[in-house]
């Protein structure tokens, strides 16, 4: 059972009892060189044993990490200038997005001087994914950029033009090389990863790494050399392993016991995503709901919208069940004005406080201008989505329209919600949701879009078929296939894609295979294969027979006739890595 909701960081702030004064300089811990000159910077002194100073600069979704701070315990005191670095007694900085950016942030707030500072001192520190990345000396990414300097090495991303998928999303295993009390109970357990780049091991920082992970290859997954920690992985959303690893560095003297994994981790596990769809019924109620082909009226003659149950209640409990991921779809019911969504919001910001796995949401991300006629950017809608607890943001018919403008000029304008997103966020936070529908051919000649030879054949005998893609929750068809769309919106930035398939919908006959390899085979970003699950088999098909990174369902875990762990239960009988 989680604490009682803390006051906010700004209650927290501890009143400082003396001021001291020294010089700010750059440099490895313990190390007399120095890369850049030395700033002054006044101290307060502060100690608080229940307090963690948290440096969030404002670039995606760090309310998970605030979450799983307070749910351990302990109250934030927000970083707010260069001071307030050397004044923490314990930092975290869950460094999110573009590594450029970051540094840009860092460097003319004056912080990036106050954290070399502040780790030279060795004080207790703890980087989160990009955290770790810009400890180094520097990235390619949009780059080459200067990190901190604190850690040798370069930035490099993930090589996929050998058919490597990046990024590198999922659940995947650690080897620790180091002993270390941060990833005391660790060993043998799923941590998740959502990352392009990576840093590589070298003899000159050999020293500093306390784990690595494999893929493609075998990459820094944390370091550790005094009080100075960081991992490339996301603790905070990591479930009960992340949660006990940052206890580990909040109080690594009273860290409880270790729980063995049921199941050793060895690589990267497929995932199993649990999938809300969010609307408000005639009674304007906020409910999760079905389709059947995307219709989400009940047969019956009220023809009201089904309902399964309350959106965090039902997040809540599938984290415990053992998703891998929720997925929050705001359908229909109020998509038109997202800004304004409170509810959804609130779900988001709810969900968050007890679901420590990752969060998607979509639905309605795009440019609109409101009743009052205030324009907002599709990159506005984002960043409250992610500001509310999102990790992930979920695009769909506004990545169609971009695609079909990419594929007609050849021009990557940049204006794009896709695009912009992407660039500011990263592509990993980025899904692009296809809604395509089957459309028999006899021949692959006689369209000009991808076509797949089917295992069953169409109604007029057809061998063939096309998936033409639709806008508008399936209402609208367009003139592209979901092979080019899903080519195009991986040029234009997108990091995942959400493959859905209306004919399978609801159906409860296992997803389109032909659909998913054909998509999964074409793209060197992750595909998630959508609709038709209806039996634990039908996770194991997809699995077996396609480059699927993971397997979404939805009625069937609502309606509870197909548990979680049954469908991961009969995946490692089956020989597939998954998390249990």
Same mark, same amino acid.
């Given at each position: 059972?989680?604490?009682?909701?803390?006051?906010?960081?700004?209650?927290?702030?501890?009143?400082?009892?003396?001021?001291?004064?020294?010089?700010?300089?750059?440099?490895?811990?313990?190390?007399?060189?120095?890369?850049?000159?030395?700033?002054?910077?006044?101290?307060?002194?502060?100690?608080?044993?229940?307090?963690?100073?948290?440096?969030?600069?404002?670039?995606?979704?760090?309310?998970?990490?605030?979450?799983?701070?307070?749910?351990?315990?302990?109250?934030?005191?927000?970083?707010?200038?260069?001071?307030?670095?050397?004044?923490?007694?314990?930092?975290?900085?869950?460094?999110?997005?573009?590594?450029?950016?970051?540094?840009?942030?860092?460097?003319?707030?004056?912080?990036?001087?106050?954290?070399?500072?502040?780790?030279?001192?060795?004080?207790?520190?703890?980087?989160?994914?990009?955290?770790?990345?810009?400890?180094?000396?520097?990235?390619?990414?949009?780059?080459?950029?200067?990190?901190?300097?604190?850690?040798?090495?370069?930035?490099?991303?993930?090589?996929?033009?050998?058919?490597?998928?990046?990024?590198?999303?999922?659940?995947?295993?650690?080897?620790?090389?180091?002993?270390?009390?941060?990833?005391?109970?660790?060993?043998?357990?799923?941590?998740?990863?959502?990352?392009?780049?990576?840093?590589?091991?070298?003899?000159?920082?050999?020293?500093?790494?306390?784990?690595?992970?494999?893929?493609?290859?075998?990459?820094?997954?944390?370091?550790?050399?005094?009080?100075?920690?960081?991992?490339?992985?996301?603790?905070?959303?990591?479930?009960?392993?992340?949660?006990?690893?940052?206890?580990?560095?909040?109080?690594?003297?009273?860290?409880?016991?270790?729980?063995?994994?049921?199941?050793?981790?060895?690589?990267?596990?497929?995932?199993?995503?649990?999938?809300?769809?969010?609307?408000?019924?005639?009674?304007?109620?906020?409910?999760?709901?079905?389709?059947?082909?995307?219709?989400?009226?009940?047969?019956?003659?009220?023809?009201?919208?089904?309902?399964?149950?309350?959106?965090?209640?039902? %997040? /809540?409990? $599938?984290?415990?069940? @053992? &998703? #891998?991921?929720? *997925?929050?779809?705001?359908?229909?019911? +109020?998509?038109?004005?997202?800004?304004?969504?409170?509810?959804?919001?609130?779900?988001?910001?709810?969900?968050?406080?007890?679901?420590?796995?990752?969060?998607?949401?979509?639905?309605?991300?795009?440019?609109?201008?409101?009743?009052?006629?205030?324009?907002?950017?599709?990159?506005?809608? %984002? /960043?409250? $989505?992610?500001?509310? @607890? &999102? #990790?992930?943001? *979920?695009?769909?018919?506004?990545?169609? +329209?971009?695609?079909?403008?990419?594929?007609?000029?050849?021009?990557?304008?940049?204006?794009?919600?896709?695009?912009?997103?992407?660039?500011?966020?990263?592509?990993?936070?980025?899904?692009?949701?296809?809604?395509?529908?089957?459309?028999?051919?006899?021949?692959?000649?006689?369209?000009?879009?991808?076509?797949?030879?089917?295992?069953?054949?169409?109604?007029?005998?057809?061998?063939?078929?096309?998936?033409?893609?639709?806008?508008?929750?399936?209402?609208?068809?367009?003139?592209?296939?979901?092979?080019?769309?899903?080519?195009?919106?991986?040029?234009?930035?997108?990091?995942?894609?959400?493959?859905?398939?209306?004919?399978?919908?609801?159906?409860?006959?296992?997803?389109?295979?032909?659909?998913?390899?054909?998509?999964?085979?074409?793209?060197?970003?992750?595909?998630?294969?959508?609709?038709?699950?209806?039996?634990?088999?039908?996770?194991?098909?997809?699995?077996?027979?396609?480059?699927?990174?993971?397997?979404?369902?939805?009625?069937?875990?609502?309606?509870?006739?197909?548990?979680?762990?049954?469908?991961?239960?009969?995946?490692?009988?089956?020989?597939?890595?998954?998390?249990?």
């Amino acid at each position: 059972m989680p604490p009682p909701p803390l006051p906010p960081p700004q209650a927290a702030m501890a009143t400082s009892a003396a001021t001291h004064t020294f010089p700010c300089s750059a440099g490895r811990p313990k190390q007399s060189s120095q890369r850049r000159g030395s700033a002054s910077l006044s101290v307060r002194a502060s100690a608080d044993a229940n307090t963690v100073t948290l440096l969030d600069y404002g670039a995606g979704n760090v309310r998970s990490v605030r979450n799983a701070i307070r749910h351990l315990g302990f109250g934030i005191r927000d970083v707010r200038s260069p001071e307030d670095i050397l004044a923490a007694d314990r930092l975290v900085f869950p460094g999110v997005g573009a590594f450029g950016s970051a540094m840009d942030i860092l460097n003319s707030t004056g912080m990036a001087d106050a954290l070399r500072e502040y780790i030279r001192r060795d004080r207790p520190f703890l980087g989160i994914c990009l955290g770790l990345q810009l400890l180094f000396d520097s990235s390619e990414e949009n780059g080459p950029v200067s990190g901190l300097g604190v850690i040798p090495g370069v930035v490099r991303r993930f090589d996929s033009s050998k058919g490597l998928i990046v990024p590198h999303i999922g659940w995947n295993a650690l080897e620790i090389t180091k002993d270390t009390q941060l990833l005391q109970g660790a060993d043998g357990h799923h941590v998740y990863f959502v990352h392009s780049y990576h840093a590589l091991p070298s003899d000159a920082n050999r020293d500093w790494i306390s784990s690595v992970c494999n893929y493609g290859g075998s990459f820094i997954s944390s370091i550790s050399m005094g009080n100075i920690q960081a991992v490339q992985f996301h603790p905070e959303k990591s479930g009960a392993t992340g949660l006990s690893i940052l206890k580990n560095f909040f109080s690594p003297k009273s860290a409880g016991a270790k729980v063995p994994p049921r199941r050793k981790a060895s690589k990267l596990a497929k995932r199993v995503i649990a999938c809300l769809d969010v609307r408000s019924n005639d009674k304007g109620d906020l409910v999760v709901t079905k389709g059947d082909q995307y219709d989400v009226r009940d047969h019956t003659s009220s023809k009201e919208v089904r309902n399964l149950g309350k959106p965090v209640d039902l %997040a /809540s409990q $599938y984290y415990i069940d @053992g &998703a #891998d991921e929720v *997925s929050f779809l705001n359908i229909t019911g +109020f998509r038109d004005f997202p800004l304004g969504d409170l509810p959804m919001l609130e779900v988001l910001r709810c969900a968050s406080e007890k679901v420590f796995v990752p969060l998607t949401v979509g639905g309605g991300i795009r440019d609109f201008t409101d009743a009052n006629g205030r324009y907002y950017s599709s990159l506005e809608v %984002a /960043s409250e $989505y992610f500001r509310s @607890g &999102a #990790d992930k943001i *979920s695009i769909g018919s506004d990545a169609v +329209f971009a695609a079909e403008a990419f594929l007609q000029t050849g021009v990557k304008t940049g204006k794009t919600s896709l695009e912009q997103i992407s660039r500011v966020y990263g592509n990993q936070a980025v899904v692009v949701s296809i809604d395509p529908r089957r459309v028999y051919v006899h021949t692959p000649e006689d369209v000009p879009f991808k076509t797949v030879k089917v295992s069953n054949k169409g109604p007029s005998g057809e061998e063939y078929a096309w998936y033409q893609c639709t806008v508008n929750g399936g209402r609208d068809s367009r003139p592209i296939g979901a092979y080019e769309l899903a080519k195009a919106v991986e040029e234009l930035g997108a990091g995942e894609i959400l493959l859905n398939c209306i004919d399978c919908d609801g159906q409860g006959c296992g997803f389109d295979i032909d659909l998913v390899k054909m998509v999964s085979d074409a793209v060197t970003i992750p595909v998630i294969a959508s609709s038709g699950a209806g039996a634990v088999e039908h996770f194991t098909e997809v699995f077996e027979k396609t480059n699927a990174s993971a397997a979404l369902a939805a009625g069937i875990f609502h309606r509870k006739e197909v548990p979680i762990l049954a469908v991961k239960e009969h995946l490692v009988d089956a020989g597939v890595e998954v998390r249990i």
